[in-house]
């Protein structure tokens, strides 16, 4: 195909885009380990910044972690099998149930804030704990947890292997866990990953939600964006790339949950092998 | 109908191989009459689209290959300056327009004065008898429909050749025979140069006035639907098109001799050899007088004539078909008669 | 099999509504309560309209947040559309450079658009260079508006690609066997063609906008977008019942724009709302 003159000004407004979105986190990562941003390069690179901002805003590091992997560990728990409900009984109820478990995104992460504060702001040790704020990311990457594992299960037929399942004896809880849960496996990492980023990066609600002992690192960068110098901020910014491009990468790769017709005919082997054999090693249901 | 108004199409020595390696056409080169209707017949990655999508100028041959419509070269042109009517398989007809809409198009393009496009539209839509849809979506129409309204938008555009990607394919059986009947109307009353893309012999035979059969990216032969029919240039051909029964025997003194039977040979030679025969050149006859002496294995009874499977004689069960309305048992003894000269030897 | 289900699904679903129902129904039906519980009583719901502050704050991100859709759409349907139909060598890496500030929080992006247009920003050094003046708008309006643009191409430009790889190119190849130009089969087919994934990350592009708050936050001297007024109302002026009414009002306003896209643009939502 012959280049036309029309795709190399496509390419260079693409480049000019590129620029406008990579250069300033360049220029914050120098920033970040040089020792005098106004000088530039000149005045020499060091990791003092660096060091600086783990001594001011390690807590901030370490709650953001924890509070991620908790939210994670609550949308599993909560999101996954209402999705699966939501994939089952299909109908006008499931999908105003999705619209609902949807609203927070709809709803400025502010007005969320704001409601739970004049709701819950009075319990005083709720209020002052993390677990504020962690209620605020769960209602926030809940949905997204959701549409990935409902986004899976739609489109795959878990519903014959069910049945394929049922008539080999295997009962309600054993198809969840053998069957159901295996197959979302793509849509459960998918949904992970979206988790975990969201939640790390997550600054509105976390901002009116957060007191000077629960500050999570979106808000030590606030804070250091405006109190600390140029240099402190960038290093900190580092440190957050540094977190969350493992994690974009990782996106990039699991983000998209294919649909699993490889782990469906996997899985449809197993069983039926199983069967055959009457090695399903799970307990039965009552009077078989 | 060849007719001297069609624009001819040359290709010479046009292979294709893709990015990937993948060697999808060796060198092809053929001369296509004006006007004629010209059926490329083979399955699936046989290289009958490939050549399709070269002559309409959405594949370009590997280096050396040329294109030629009417002795203009036309090899570096890109598609939408070949003036071509395309018609996909899948019909690709614009969503966002209705049905008027998609078959101006072309015209729209070459900014046709808004009277004659109107007027042209018009006439295109009663030849294709489509008048009445002409401001429907293009998602409330059936199948026929759609496959109407692409030949329409095709043709609108008078173009130098027609092409055709396996245009009946998306379609249930019945509707595909009405619609080839209308096609090959359609086409005997153009003055246009076809070229058609199926894997469908049937449709191969009862459209084309010449067919190239294909496979693994060579012609394998080219000739009018009964010189392929009768004539197969080798064993690929004779498997495609029709049914083929064969049988091994040995030939001498004017006699192939199998162990079924014998059968008169005309020609002369001897030695071991394996012939073919379609079912149609075959009549029961009782067991003493026949050429052939069989068992029947299976009866098929297909409401206007019966198909038998016949073993004993070939490697593998002979198919013959016969209209008498008796029902035949399985592992009845059967005769078979075979036509003087309707023995075919081919290469493979 | 369905009937003797029910009991199980139940449970299964039980643990989120509850707490959903806890933690979301109940705070937002009291936010919309205590909005009428200020001096204006439900009046504060039209204090937006009446009082001038408020008013223009709403207008002003209405504004914004257009024309920053309408900038990001025309940015990535070019880039988007470009990087989906052409491969060539590096293409992964200008994907990747372009999807990147995915995740950034308002904040970062804030710090960005201190980094290019700020008092030390590359845009001041680059027109010094040129003109001898220095550009500075990262705390203005403009800075906002490029801020907005920075977190909005990531989102929309995947949104693009992936509606541009599900077009038929059987289309395009009609289009030009009639005799388009490229440029006629952009035109006529193709913009036609990402018209629902347009106009459905169009609407996502605006919510998110309308409800921006980190960046407007770190950039703040004097920009009054509706999340900052209502920021101020609450923390520095301790009007809670005007906070919690201007919040009601803007999460309506969201609320519509994305029911808006969902009902003009079907499934092709990109997740990554």
Redesign the interface.
């Known amino acids: 195909m012959k280049r036309?003159r029309?795709?190399y000004w496509?390419?260079a407004?693409?480049?000019l885009?590129?620029a406008?979105?990579?250069?300033?986190?360049i220029?914050?990562i120098m920033?970040g380990v040089t020792v005098n941003?106004?000088q530039g390069i000149k005045s020499g690179m060091t990791l003092r910044w660096v060091f600086e901002v783990w001594d001011l805003y390690s807590e901030t590091i370490y709650l953001s972690l924890l509070i991620s992997v908790v939210c994670l560990a609550c949308t599993i728990?909560?999101?996954v099998?209402?999705a699966?409900?939501?994939a089952?009984?299909q109908g006008r109820v499931a999908r105003m149930?999705e619209e609902?478990?949807t609203?927070?995104?709809?709803?400025?992460?502010?007005?969320?804030a704001?409601?739970?504060l004049?709701?819950?702001g009075g319990f005083r040790d709720f209020r002052m704990s993390w677990a504020f704020i962690l209620?605020g990311h769960?209602?926030y990457t809940?949905?997204?947890m959701l549409?990935?594992v409902l986004?899976v299960l739609s489109s795959a037929d878990f519903r014959t292997l069910e049945?394929g399942a049922?008539s080999l004896g295997a009962n309600?809880?054993q198809r969840?866990f053998g069957i159901v849960i295996p197959n979302c496996r793509s849509g459960i990492l998918a949904g992970s990953l979206?988790v975990v980023?969201?939640s790390?990066?997550?600054?509105?609600l976390t901002?009116?939600l957060h007191t000077p002992l629960t500050k999570t690192l979106?808000v030590g960068?606030?804070d250091s964006?405006?109190s600390m110098r140029?240099e402190v901020?960038?290093a900190y910014?580092l440190v957050?790339l540094i977190m969350?491009i493992p994690?974009?990468m990782a996106?990039?790769l699991y983000g998209r949950p294919a649909k699993p017709r490889a782990v469906v005919e996997e899985e449809v082997e197993e069983i039926l092998s199983a069967g055959a054999s009457g090695a399903l090693a799970l307990p039965r249901e009552g009077g078989r | 109908m060849i007719n001297a108004n069609g624009t001819p199409v040359r290709l010479i020595d046009c292979a294709k191989t893709f990015p990937d390696g993948t060697r999808a056409l060796e060198p092809l080169s053929l001369e296509i009459k004006g006007g004629e209707t010209i059926v490329f017949l083979g399955p699936s990655g046989c290289g009958k689209t490939t050549t399709l999508r070269i002559i309409a100028g959405l594949e370009s041959p590997d280096r050396g290959g040329r294109v030629l419509f009417d002795d203009e070269e036309v090899t570096d042109q890109p598609i939408e300056k070949r003036n071509v009517g395309m018609v996909f398989q899948s019909y690709a007809l614009f969503p966002n327009m209705n049905v008027q809409q998609n078959v101006a198009y072309g015209l729209k393009v070459r900014k046709t004065p808004s009277k004659e496009l109107a007027s042209r539209v018009g006439e295109m839509l009663e030849m294709m008898d489509i008048h009445n849809l002409k401001d429907r979506k293009i998602d409330q129409l059936s199948g026929g429909q759609r496959q109407r309204v692409a030949l329409a938008r095709a043709i609108a555009v008078q173009p130098r050749v027609l092409l055709l990607d396996e245009p009946l394919t998306a379609l249930d059986a019945l509707l595909r025979e009405r619609l080839r009947v209308d096609i090959d109307a359609l086409l005997r009353g153009l003055d246009i140069t076809t070229v058609y893309v199926t894997h469908d012999q049937a449709e191969a035979m009862s459209l084309g006035d010449r067919i190239v059969v294909m496979s693994h990216g060579r012609v394998t032969q080219i000739g009018t639907p009964r010189e392929i029919y009768y004539s197969p240039a080798n064993r690929f051909v004779a498997d495609f098109i029709g049914t083929m029964n064969r049988v091994k025997g040995t030939v001498q003194n004017g006699v192939l001799a199998t162990s079924a039977g014998k059968i008169p040979w005309e020609g002369g030679g001897s030695g071991e050899v394996e012939v073919l025969f379609r079912p149609e050149n075959a009549s029961i006859a009782n067991p003493d007088q026949a050429h052939l002496r069989g068992r029947i294995s299976t009866s098929f009874f297909l409401g206007d004539r019966t198909r038998l499977l016949v073993e004993g004689i070939g490697q593998v069960p002979l198919i013959i078909e016969t209209s008498e309305r008796r029902e035949y048992r399985q592992g009845e003894e059967i005769g078979l008669v075979i036509e003087p000269g309707s023995l075919l030897t081919l290469r493979d | 099999?369905e009937r003797r289900?029910y009991p199980?699904?139940a449970v299964?679903?039980l643990?989120?509504?509850v707490?959903?129902s806890a933690?979301?129904?109940?705070?937002?039906g009291?936010?919309v309560a205590?909005a009428g519980t200020g001096p204006e009583g439900v009046g504060a719901y039209i204090a937006i309209l009446t009082t001038p502050r408020y008013f223009e704050s709403l207008v002003a991100t209405i504004v914004l947040s257009t024309l920053v859709t309408l900038a990001t759409l025309a940015?990535s349907a070019?880039?988007g559309l470009?990087?989906e139909r052409?491969r060539f060598a590096g293409r992964g890496i200008?994907v990747?450079?372009?999807?990147?500030?995915?995740?950034?929080?308002?904040?970062?992006v804030?710090?960005?658009?201190?980094?290019?247009a700020g008092r030390?920003g590359?845009i001041g050094d680059i027109t010094k260079f040129l003109t001898g003046d220095k550009l500075v708008f990262a705390y203005s309006m403009a800075g906002l508006f490029m801020g907005y643009v920075?977190f909005s191409?990531?989102r929309v430009i995947l949104t693009v690609m992936a509606a541009a790889e599900k077009l038929d190119p059987a289309l395009e190849e009609a289009a030009r066997s009639l005799g388009a130009s490229?440029w006629l089969v952009v035109r006529d087919i193709i913009l036609p063609g990402l018209k629902p994934a347009l106009i459905a990350s169009g609407a996502i592009c605006f919510?998110t906008a309308?409800?921006?708050?980190?960046t407007a936050?770190?950039l703040a001297t004097n920009i009054d977008v509706l999340?900052m007024t209502?920021?101020t109302e609450?923390t520095l002026r301790a009007n809670?019942a005007m906070?919690?009414a201007l919040?009601?009002i803007?999460?309506l306003i969201?609320?519509v724009a994305?029911?808006a896209a969902r009902s003009l643009a079907g499934s092709t939502v990109a997740?990554?709302?």
Do not use: D, H
């Open positions: 036309t029309v795709f496509q390419f407004f693409t480049l885009v590129c406008f979105l990579i250069v300033p986190v220029m914050s920033a941003f106004f728990v909560l999101g099998p209402a699966y409900v939501l089952k009984k149930v609902f478990l609203l927070p995104l709809a709803i400025p992460g502010l007005a969320i704001l409601a739970l004049i709701t819950y209620v769960v209602l809940l949905p997204f549409r990935s986004a049945e049922a309600f809880w969840f979206m980023t969201l790390m990066g997550e600054f509105n901002w009116m979106p960068l606030a964006y405006a140029l901020g960038s910014t957050f969350i994690l974009l996106l990039q | 099999m289900e199980f699904l299964l679903v643990p989120v509504l707490v959903f933690f979301f129904l109940l705070p937002m009291r936010l205590v940015i070019i880039s470009f990087l052409n200008l990747s450079m372009l999807t990147f500030p995915l995740a950034f929080p308002g904040v970062v804030g710090f960005m658009v201190i980094m290019l030390q590359l920075y191409i990531p490229q919510a309308m409800g921006a708050f980190g936050f770190t999340p209502i920021y609450f809670i906070a919690a919040s009601i803007l999460g969201t609320w994305l029911n997740a990554a709302a």
